[in-house]
């Protein structure tokens, strides 16, 4: 059996590894995007020379080999790059941007924890009654319907009918209570998928938690059926569920790249939209490699943390 | 008080209605008096752990239990579900088969004795509930009470959880303690020592305890009285030494297996050729007419009544008096 800290350096490596295997995988997309850079942004009418000058300065003349080896080092010293077309530093970009992506996205994934856990373990609890039918149905509609889609009817809804809320977007000098006005329906929009999912995913877990034995024990010393439930079975029952919404982090910012657009707010979501558009790919190669180093740490802190929140995943002591 | 401090009364439990219902418990009566530990013995499917957990009210929902359950003059079957619970705990424990999943894996054990002893001892300082939990754990054998507090049941033996288990029932002072095969999951040495264990405990506990087990040695160790379950039955009961000695019904003679003298009383349950009715069926006379080696006609058509033989014995035969 493993100890826990050499689970810890081997995930840590395959981590490393993983990011390793994406940057390889953002340059080899890039150099086979159709559609070449210098024309695209520079205009059908650019010189050859000034187009040529362009090319090499994107690095973009190397063999594939030499332009990962200049982007890993550079990554390596925490250099994203620098914008070919407004010459700013790549990290400037992101760190400004980065802030909203991810109060979006935790917010989400708050909202969706605070409603989805209580809704699963309620439907479990109640199982077959008509509450546990209604979750189950706008859960199922809440899955299977796209967040932009569920952003769009949002929008439409709240703020074009109903005008409650603001349209769009983030002006950069909001007061903190206009900046939150505008995030509920963004974050409304992307949480709704993963409340029907926790929701789902924490109702099947408590159903079979429920049938255990050590449920039975709890019940068999006279503990309050609250008790029972929100600790005793929550706690297991949950555990199943936090990988799974932790590996859908990921995912989760790649929604919210998506509702950024939508709803035009600040973000990594408008930084790629405009550098895929503009194929600004100094731009983009930097905020991929962000968004995917995000993407596996994350996935890696839950690992690591998921192994120590389940007393029953066992590393040999000392 | 006085009067038993159980008696169990035409206790019936069933599943399902029409011609697939199950009958699970077929007309139950016993008595547990104040003090005393009773044996529970039958195979497997005879209807042991259904007749326990009716007294915890702790069966599946779908079931139905008519008869009566009464605890201290209190008929269980009659209480609501609060009023039930709320002897959970207090008057009624309960150990049980499996101690690698009876304990919940994810909290320290401290954490659930803890919480025992807090919904026991309503008001208890943490302090003193934490004392009681460490001090309940060195009394049933546990090495380094204290430390062990902070273990989860996944770090434990399963004769060290048994332990645990038997701890958060003794915290509760119960009056009725139920063990339902406490030591069947565990090997022999474990089981040896938990049986010992229990014959120590049994000096300060006040309460009763019906004492679920495969081992008729063990039942005979322990128990002072006994009953033999078959089928959803009560066939035979009385003093454990009268009736493990000189079983009266047939299926409690197959059990013990007193045709063959040599045959240690110790062993696990005797081979019984045929098997347990299913719960579906339901037998015009004598439930185990279809495996009894001294059925007769009338076996076939008369359910035998459970009948007082002497003092202190019961048997449910028709055929008693001319059994060799
Ligand atoms: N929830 C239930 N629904 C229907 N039948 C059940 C249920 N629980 C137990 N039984 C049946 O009742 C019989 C007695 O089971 P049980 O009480 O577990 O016996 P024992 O503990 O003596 O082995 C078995 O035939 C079993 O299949
Ligand atoms: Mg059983």
Redesign the interface.
Known sequence: MQSYPAYVINRILTAVLSVFGAMLVIVILISLVPGDPATVLLGPLATPEYAQHFIAEMGLDQPVHVRLWRLAAGFAQGRLGTDVISGQSVNTIVAAALPHTFALAFAAMALACLVGIPAGVWSAVRKGSAGDTAIAMVSVVFVSVPSFILGIVLLVVFSIWLDWLPVLGLSPSASLRDAAIRMILPTVALALGWIGLIARLVRTSMLETLG???I??????????G?VHYR?AL??AV?PTLAIIGMGFGRLLGGAVLIEIIFARQGLGSILYDALQARNFSVLQGTVFVVVVIFIAVNLLTELSYALF???I?FSRR | MAGPLLEISDLRLSAGSGKGAAAILRGIDLALARGRILGIVGESGSGKSSLVNTI?G?TPPGLRAEGRIVLAGEDLLGLSPVRM??????RL??I?Q?PM???????RIGTQLV??IR??HPGTVPAAVEAMAVEALGRVGLPDPGRRMRD?P??LSGGMRQRV?IA?ALV?RPELLIADEPTTALDATIEAQIIDLLRRLRHDFQGSIIFISHNLGTVMQLCDEVAVLYGGHLVESGPVRAVLRRPLHPYTRALVGCEIDDRPVDAPLAFIPGKVPETTERPGGCIFADRCAYAAAPCRTTAPRLAAQGDDRRAACLRLGELP
């Open positions: 255990q034995n050590y039975r024990t709890a019940r068999a010393y006279g503990l309050r059926e008790l005793y706690k297991n555990i389940d007393p029953r066992k | 915890m702790l619970r709320a002897l959970r705990g207090h424990a309960m049980f499996d999943t009876a304990l919940n894996p994810v909290f919480d025992v919904n026991r989860y996944g770090q288990m958060m509760c």
